[in-house]
């Protein structure tokens, strides 16, 4: 409690130097040590809130774009299904007047070359839905690997965010000690 205060003291001093100070019996309380302290606990506690944000931050934006790549993924899918229905029921229709035209020249349908060509039409007509549909697979499965690889950017990014702050407090703790070893040895000098 005591270090909030020196630090809001500091704050004061140094943000608003129009605002009267306490009484000069607080002020002599207060050290200088006391002040770099405080300091240094603002100066930390700044650092920790700045990492936790840009950590925060990192992960839901990864969170939201991997989101959206699923909902790409799933509409991609959804559309393949539906070109792929789209496809058989024009190949059903194509494959019907085929049948028709055979059935109607008074050929046998059912041994021969009209067969045979009947059988490869179907044939030709199942493997292009069923490419549709593949085609449709793999876009969404890239969609997935997209939102995938997003979220473990934005967890690397987020770690990175932490090892930064780390780095900040750790600098801001060497600085703090150096300034209160200097403190300490203009003391002893006076």
């Known amino acids: ?110 041994v021969g070359t009209p067969l045979d060509t009947l059988l490869t039409e179907v044939g030709n007509a199942e493997k292009d839905a069923l490419n549709v549909r593949m085609g449709a697979n793999y876009a969404a499965s890239q969609a997935n690997a997209a939102a995938v690889d997003t979220l473990r950017a934005g967890k690397i990014a987020a770690a990175g965010a932490g090892v930064r702050g780390l780095g900040e407090v750790a600098s801001l703790g060497l600085s703090g000690a150096a300034a209160l070893k200097g403190s300490a040895t203009s003391k002893d000098v006076n």
């Open 1 to 110: 409690m005591l270090a909030l205060v020196y630090a809001l003291a500091l704050l004061a001093l140094i943000v608003l130097p129009e605002v009267p100070l306490p009484p000069n019996h607080y002020l002599m309380v207060i050290g200088i040590d006391d002040l770099l302290i405080a300091a240094l606990v603002v100066a930390v506690a700044a650092s920790v809130t700045s990492t936790g944000l840009s950590i925060d931050s990192s992960i839901k934006q990864s969170e939201a774009q991997a989101d959206q790549l699923k909902e790409q993924a799933r509409t991609k899918r959804a559309q393949g299904y539906a070109e792929e229905e789209r496809i058989r029921d024009l190949n059903r229709r194509r494959l019907r007047k085929m049948r028709e035209a055979i059935g109607t020249s008074g050929v046998r349908a059912d």
